[in-house]
């Protein structure tokens, strides 16, 4: 048991050292981690990864955290995450219509139905995933922003090491 406990201390430390070295700005990371964890509150399995990539890429954020972000959904949160979002969206677009018994089902019943529950879980996955990424976002955004040793300097410094040019360089033709 002494075992187990210091791998999973270990591990634990290893993964939150990789967090933290994640190279950019404090702001670019904490969009990562962000836009993960917004795309990882909707009920999208297999896409989440895929979706929080192009997300921090619109919103010019670290991938890795994005990607790492969308593990707030995994098979242990699964249903009480997708149970309160569905709650939360029941909350905002009132109850969903009654579910007919087995034998009185037919396909235009199950098919509205179906867009009842869809809407509900959609919406509140949205609305769940705005909060908690805004706040993750700003926590991180805090954390990483109090780091007294940078990783790396963020994209708009890349090119900052160059001089100036005043138009004097012969090579500009």
């Known amino acids: 048991m002494r075992r187990l406990r210091h791998r999973f201390r270990t591990r634990l430390q290893r993964g939150i050292h990789w967090l933290w070295s994640q190279e950019g700005s404090p ?12 795309c990882g509150c909707f009920p999208f399995f297999g896409l989440q990864m ?8 619109l919103v010019r954020g670290n991938h890795l955290l994005a990607a790492a972000g969308t593990l707030v959904s995994n098979p242990l949160t699964y249903v009480p995450l997708y149970w309160f979002n569905y709650k939360v969206g029941c ?10 018994a087995l034998e009185g089902l037919n396909r235009s019943n199950l098919w509205n139905q ?32 109090r780091s007294t040793h940078p990783i790396s300097s963020s994209r708009s410094g890349r090119y900052r090491s160059r001089p100036p040019s005043n138009g004097s360089d012969p090579s500009c033709g």
């Open 27 to 38: 702001g670019e990371r904490a969009r990562g981690i962000a836009a993960g964890v917004f």
């Open 91 to 100: 909350w905002l677009l009132g109850p969903a219509t009654s579910i007919a």
């Open 50 to 57: 895929v979706l929080s990539v192009a997300l921090a890429s």
């Open 114 to 145: 179906g867009w009842d529950f869809s809407q509900r879980i959609l919406l509140g996955s949205g609305l769940v995933g705005a909060v908690l990424a805004l706040l993750l976002g700003v926590l991180a955004f805090n954390l990483y922003g």
